[in-house]
């Protein structure tokens, strides 16, 4: 089997073991285990040379060190957001996809990053000193552990950060709350050095060589920085909306100011091949979900041939749906009974063709994004917003420029009756749903504030396409945009079926090896350890 997910023989092997794998403090179960076994400092090398560290802890953000994307991202967040779904159960008829969150899958989510990037910053690159010698390449270090943490707290809550690499015996958990604290004090720390070395060093680009981000270029790594600070700000509205508003209008007001082109867009080359291209074109394991291919279609969006492609009714191929539907996209709904392969392999895939070839780069932040968190901001009347209606179109305007299809953006944001369809399973009618939202793309300045932002978050859905870690996150925080609930929810409860999954559990090698540290988070996590807890700020409430 092609997919990047553990068998049960390799997940008992690992557990059998795992109480000797100890990186920083933490456990992994991975196939990287051995070379961290006989150092568990993480610092094997104490004279390794700074630039060979940076290029795979950039890559880690979107799993890719250990090839995990599959099971770090695509097969919780992805589908979650309402983004992707597989066209198959992977052997198991039991999992992530109907709401039975397994161990042999999630652990990747939460173990890799610490593995390969956090771990690593803390013991590898901290031990060259390059704090002192060189703080503009920790400067970026701690830009890329910010985001790098973001995607690991909020798919789990609290987790292990500040006492990260103390201990080899327990590594407490701290609360998303003082986490959230401490991505924004490095955020300070980052952009306050790069805002130094840029003034002091006009042009230069010494990290030059060791960057698939943004090549070296520190204007732009100053950009990601502000703006994902905006991201961050954003999560906390209901929570915190004192602390989210001073940090949204500290980015607002930074130096160096915020992403606003395409050109500014943070995307990463990862090892060997694209992910996107792998698990749809290679592995054949990755499909349009129906929720994004009901707004798509109904809104006739233009993006919709560049991100996906249509049906197949090709009778030579695997799958194929019958003539009728050549040409249509139809995506799989969330839940579905899939069985294995070929049964729905003939619906809409990503476009590994030519968006997601093997070589592209992928996307972390897009400028696009910026431009709705703008618009999210003025309607809630923050300082340096500017107007909601020119942001909200400036988004649209800088996605349609992103994906090549800037000259169908005005007629695009004039449509003000274009509305999401009913998704039909060409297969299974048992799978059918009428559209949950009516909500059009024209901006309406009467509309209610709830309605903007309906219309603000479901555009911004849009443009974050392929990324779903944050699409999940926007999701969760504001009920946006309406998804098609799963079809069959086998949580036995635990996970309601209408309010959808609001996080991951903590792996059992967790509590195998560091038990009485994620007993402590649970508590913090206040509620139990499963899919239906909600996080510190996804707090059940109106947005305004």
Same mark, same amino acid.
């Given at each position: ?120 910053? @803390?013991?590898?690159? &901290?031990?060259? +000193?390059?704090? $002192? /010698?060189?703080? *503009?390449?920790? %400067?970026? #270090? ?107 209008? @500290?980015?607002?007001? &930074?130096?160096? +100011?915020?992403? $606003? /082109?395409?050109? *500014?867009?943070? %995307?990463? #080359? ?117 107007? $909601? ?156």
């Amino acid at each position: 089997m092609k997919t990047k997910y553990k068998s049960t023989k390799y997940n008992s092997y690992c557990i059998a073991i795992i109480c000797a794998l100890i990186l920083s403090g933490l456990t992994n179960c991975t196939k990287n285990f051995d070379k961290f076994n006989t150092d568990p400092t993480g610092i094997a090398n104490k004279n390794l040379q700074i630039p060979t560290l940076f290029i795979p802890l950039e890559q880690e953000i979107m799993y890719s060190a250990d090839d995990g994307y599959q099971v770090g991202q695509n097969l919780n967040a992805d589908i979650y957001a309402g983004y992707a779904c597989p066209p198959e159960f992977f052997g198991t008829s039991l999992n992530n996809m109907n709401y039975v969150l397994l161990d042999i899958w999630n652990p990747e989510a939460f173990n890799s990053i610490y593995t390969n990037l956090i771990g690593p910053i @803390k013991n590898k690159l &901290a031990a060259t +000193g390059v704090k $002192a /010698s060189l703080p *503009d390449f920790w %400067a970026i #270090a701690l830009i890329v552990e910010a985001e790098a943490m973001d995607r690991v707290t909020d798919k789990f809550g609290p987790v292990p950060y500040s006492k990260v690499g103390t201990s080899l015996v327990s590594i407490p958990y701290d609360s998303q709350q003082s986490i959230y604290q401490q991505m924004f004090s490095q955020l300070d720390t980052a952009t306050t050095t790069l805002n130094s070395y840029i003034t002091a060093h006009p042009g230069q680009t010494p990290f030059a060589n060791s960057d698939v981000v943004f090549g070296g270029d520190y204007t732009k790594w100053l950009k990601f920085a502000n703006s994902l600070r905006f991201r961050l700000a954003m999560h906390l509205v209901k929570v915190d909306p004192a602390t989210a508003q001073a940090q949204a209008e @500290k980015a607002m007001a &930074a130096p160096g +100011g915020l992403m $606003a /082109s395409a050109s *500014d867009n943070a %995307a990463v #080359a990862v090892a060997g091949q694209n992910d996107y291209w792998q698990i749809t074109s290679s592995y054949t394991d990755n499909s349009m979900n129906a929720s994004i291919g009901s707004y798509m279609v109904g809104y006739n969006d233009p993006r919709l041939p560049v991100y996906f492609l249509p049906v197949n009714t090709d009778p030579s191929q695997p799958g194929p749906l019958p003539a009728q539907y050549a040409g249509q996209y139809i995506g799989i709904r969330l839940g579905t009974d899939v069985h294995s392969k070929p049964l729905y392999s003939g619906f809409s895939v990503y476009n590994y063709n030519t968006t997601f070839p093997v070589t592209a780069k992928e996307t972390i932040m897009t400028a696009a994004e910026v431009w709705f968190l703008k618009a999210e901001a003025a309607l809630r009347g923050w300082a340096g917003a500017g107007d $909601a209606q020119t942001d909200y179109q400036t988004g649209i305007q800088t996605s349609m420029d992103q994906y090549g299809v800037s000259g169908s953006a005005a007629a695009y944001m004039a449509d003000g009756t274009s509305k999401p369809i009913a998704y039909v399973d060409p297969i299974n009618a048992a799978d059918n749903s009428p559209a949950l939202s009516t909500i059009t793309i024209k901006w309406d300045p009467l509309a209610s504030n709830e309605v903007k932002l309906e219309r603000i978050i479901t555009q911004k859905w849009l443009a974050m396409f392929p990324e779903g870690q944050e699409a999940w996150t926007e999701f969760r925080r504001t009920g946006y945009p309406k998804l098609f609930p799963v079809v069959n929810n086998y949580s036995g409860g635990a996970i309601s079926t209408q309010i959808q999954i609001r996080r991951l559990a903590y792996p059992l090698s967790e509590y195998a090896t560091n038990g009485t540290a994620v007993q402590a988070g649970v508590v913090l996590l206040g509620g139990p350890d499963n899919g239906g807890t909600r996080l510190w700020w996804d707090i059940n409430k109106g947005n305004f």
